[in-house]
């Protein structure tokens, strides 16, 4: 079980969202909400409070009459407004558990009762249905408009869901004034990414070892000389899979592909790491607009925090540092293919001359490549005026972190093919598990469930089995 009452992570995100963990409001945070939406309600009542006493976007200036109820009500449904296909259960399932952290911070003036509905449809899985788009990096209205409306049963939840009483106007755009889909999917791929560069790095030592790679560039001074990020702490993963390397290297000096991983996958972790301490960040705090602060006599604060422009910036660098591995990657594919360096066939072929063997591995791994490419476009350069002018620019931050889910997909593919070829030459070399040091053993033992007919044939069904070793090399 997750207490969400301060100090939730990404793992604790990701351990709702995926792992089914159930979630608990203490007593002590249910009473500060409580309290709190009192003390919001007369704030309110002698301060113009956008979205509670007044219309939204280019409508701020409108005064609207509260007393009935119907404000809220509006709100929501004009905002419930989405397109595409439905988004997965983990990823709504991380915009509720991103929007209840963020809820128990107690700035948004809400209803206690919103946090006990948020955490009913956690805890039963009874989820809304979100559509793909309809954010553009300035709070997930839509898909919180529509979470509202099946809180209050106005729209169906995936199981029974008890209807909670209608909401006023303190609770609608209070509920929506978040970016929370965004950062819960972020999340998502965050934890996905750090499992891909951790078993990168396996999938590295494969080759290295196959292709008697020089030890030097993952040496300690080496990692020192880079003075990159997380070096030192690559090269030292590298060696606890190799030990010392091979004894007799077969060139003085590796192509980048070898020399260059260290470097190279440093900077996507120091990347994940600033990707990472933003989302923590964003989880755990009050960000709702206008925000209500309760030292002395009060404020009602109207600001524009829910602009995820770090958040944008972040998802952006993270997809330019995993394309700069790509060509790294790639890379030791070509390598793993080249006589010169294996001792074998072209492509790692078997019986008749002019096999093809592994050459299409190289298509696939390069049409991941591109879409690599093409997702670290950064999202963050776009712009767009809406609402009448009354919001002149977006961060994009939504659009960034769908490129980053779009590039863990082709990361993914680009590490199977790597997989596919490193233990094709590993066995065709007759490099056994046993004699390999213990780490490295253990993922040579792993990756010796691909089919092992070198004949030619579709490679489809190893491409797949490859990438589904990701998270047990991972493990390792």
Do not use: K
């Amino acid at each position: 079980m997750i207490n969400f009452d301060g100090g939730t992570t990404v793992d604790d995100i990701v351990a709702v969202a995926v792992g089914g963990e159930t979630v608990r409001i203490s007593d002590a945070t249910r009473d500060r909400v409580v309290r709190a939406a009192r003390d919001a309600d007369a704030l309110s009542a002698r301060i113009p409070t956008y979205g509670r006493t007044t219309g939204v976007g280019a409508n701020r200036s409108t005064i609207v009459e509260t007393a009935d109820g119907d404000h809220g009500l509006r709100l929501l449904r004009s905002h419930a407004t989405d397109a595409g296909d439905p988004l997965s259960a983990p990823a709504v399932r991380a915009m509720l558990a991103v929007r209840l952290a963020q809820l128990a911070r107690a700035g948004s003036g809400i209803r206690a009762d919103v946090l006990d509905g948020v955490a009913a449809m956690l805890n039963d899985d009874a989820l809304p249905t979100v559509l793909r788009y309809g954010a553009i990096g300035t709070a997930d209205l839509a898909a919180l408009a529509a979470t509202g409306l099946t809180l209050q049963g106005e729209l169906p939840a995936s199981r029974p869901l008890a209807p909670m009483r209608p909401w006023g106007s303190e609770n609608a755009l209070a509920f929506m004034s978040s970016s929370a889909l965004t950062i819960g999917r972020a999340c998502l791929a965050l934890v996905e990414l750090e499992e891909v560069l951790r078993a990168s790095i396996v999938a590295y030592s494969l080759s290295f070892v196959a292709l008697d790679g020089n030890p030097s560039p993952f040496s300690a001074a080496a990692a020192a000389a880079a003075a990159a990020p997380g070096a030192e702490a690559v090269a030292e993963r590298v060696r606890s899979f190799v030990g010392d390397g091979i004894v007799e290297p077969a060139r003085i000096q590796d192509s980048y592909g070898l020399r260059a991983f260290v470097v190279s996958t440093a900077a996507a972790w120091d990347a994940a790491g600033r990707l990472r301490s933003r989302l923590d960040a964003l989880i755990d705090v009050a960000q709702e607009n206008p925000l209500f602060v309760f030292d002395g006599d009060g404020a009602v604060v109207h600001h524009a925090g829910f602009f995820q422009a770090a958040l944008g910036l972040a998802s952006d660098g993270m997809n330019l540092a995993l394309a700069q591995t790509g060509p790294i990657s790639f890379s030791r594919i070509r390598m793993l293919n080249e006589p010169d360096l294996t001792g074998r066939r072209p492509f790692l072929a078997v019986g008749p001359a002019g096999s093809s063997g592994t050459l299409m591995i190289e298509y696939v791994a390069a049409s991941a490549l591109g879409e690599l490419r093409h997702a670290a476009q950064p999202a963050s350069l776009s712009s767009v005026v809406l609402s009448r002018g009354a919001e002149e620019d977006a961060s994009f931050a939504t659009q960034a972190v769908a490129q980053l889910e779009q590039a863990l997909v082709a990361a993914r593919v680009l590490l199977g093919c790597e997989l596919v070829e490193s233990s094709r030459l590993l066995r065709q070399r007759g490099i056994r598990a046993s004699s390999l040091p213990s780490r490295l053993a253990d993922a040579a033992r792993a990756v010796s469930v691909l089919p092992a007919d070198d004949d030619d044939r579709s490679l489809r069904g190893d491409l797949s089995v490859a990438q589904a070793l990701i998270p047990e090399l991972a493990a390792l």
